[in-house]
């Protein structure tokens, strides 16, 4: 098990920049893939990247390809979302994840660990 807190979350306007961090407990940060997902109101949640145990492999979902760039420093156990050019559609809470590669991309009930989440909202 892995215990991940988010941070990095708030108001910007559209066209704005935040980052996100997530940081992870326990020696084992560096056995897990990471991703990032996210839920707007009324929406079910949604994969937006991941990375793999060494960062040598990311994936991005192609809404925020162009702009986001997932990142992570396992020496300090963290992961990382750079957000660039936000837009409105945006605004959603973001959620960090740790498993398996696989499981991340496929999301939902695949993922096993969890944080609490970080709102971001987008303002036009």
């Known amino acids: 098990q892995v215990q991940l807190v988010e941070s990095g979350g708030g108001l910007v306007q559209a066209g704005g920049s935040l980052r996100l961090s997530c940081a992870a407990s326990g020696r084992t940060f560096r056995t897990y893939a990471m991703g990032w997902f996210r839920q707007a109101p009324g929406k079910e949640r949604e994969f937006v990247a991941a990375?793999?145990?060494?960062?040598?492999?990311?994936s991005l979902a192609d809404s925020v390809k162009g702009r986001f760039a997932i990142s992570r420093d396992n020496a300090a156990t963290q992961l990382y979302l750079q957000m660039n050019s936000l837009k409105p559609e945006d605004t959603a809470v973001y959620y960090c994840?740790?498993?398996?590669?696989?499981?991340?991309?496929?999301?939902?009930?695949?993922?096993?660990?969890w944080g609490q989440g970080t709102q971001v909202t987008v303002s036009s």
């Open positions: 990375i793999s145990t060494s960062g040598g492999s990311t």
């Open positions: 994840a740790a498993d398996a590669y696989l499981a991340l991309l496929r999301g939902g009930t695949m993922v096993h660990n």
